[in-house]
């Protein structure tokens, strides 16, 4: 269902025969136009329950944004992600200590992912040129944006949920497990998940 879901919203993101100038007909408009509606989409995505336990989770909106980043480019995508990360905290889905740790953990950890941008280029080699790099190049942009973000998420961590540790770890050990194995997770699921995405219709990773 949730993969369903995912293929239909992309379809009409990605078929810009059918869309034409649907927002707008300047270009650049319509290309942060389009990252705002994958934040939001992201963001809608977040709502559902992928929680196990009190701290770890699968942030599946990684989704919206990295397909959108893919196809755009590392501005357009960071843009998206601080959007995003903005989304957490007006919705109240943020869990916020501290002013700095909810600046860190929703905007800049939030804003990394579009990192990922910066492997857009050999990903839409790939796909155009259909010489099967895709999946590697597409795993390598995928490990960029996530471990970019949970790198913050460790760091942050760290520094404001030590003391909330359990297990009897440490605040830098507890940190490590939990956002290590957070983004390994949610780094294959995403991954997997845009590997069915670019079988189903490659042209979400291209741009128009």
């Known amino acids: 269902m949730k993969l369903t879901i995912l293929l239909l919203f992309f379809c009409v993101v990605g078929d810009d025969t059918k869309k034409g100038d649907f927002f707008m007909k300047e270009s650049k408009m319509r290309v942060w136009i389009e990252g705002a509606f994958a934040a939001a989409f992201a963001m ?13 989770s ?46 860190i953990e929703y905007f800049l950890a939030f804003t990394v992912v579009g990192l990922s941008g910066l ?9 155009k040129e259909g010489k099967g790099h895709f999946g590697i190049n597409l ?51 995403t991954y997997i998940i845009l590997l069915i995405l670019a079988k189903k219709n490659q042209n979400l990773f291209l741009p128009k």
């Open 44 to 56: 809608a995505l977040s709502f559902i329950p992928l929680d196990f336990g009190p701290a770890f």
């Open 58 to 103: 699968i942030s599946i909106g990684m989704v919206p944004v990295l397909v959108y980043t893919f196809r755009r480019g590392t501005l357009p995508g960071l843009a998206s992600g601080l959007i995003w990360g903005l989304l957490h905290v007006v919705l109240g889905k943020a869990y916020i200590l501290t002013v700095s740790q909810g600046l």
């Open 119 to 127: 492997y857009a280029k050999p990903i839409q080699k790939s796909l």
């Open 139 to 189: 795993l390598i942009g995928v490990t960029i944006g996530t471990f970019a973000r949970y790198l913050i998420h460790f760091w942050a961590g760290v520094l404001f949920w030590g003391q909330y540790a359990m297990w009897g770890l440490g605040p830098v050990v507890y940190s490590l497990v939990i956002n290590g194995l957070n983004g390994l997770v949610t780094g294959a699921a």
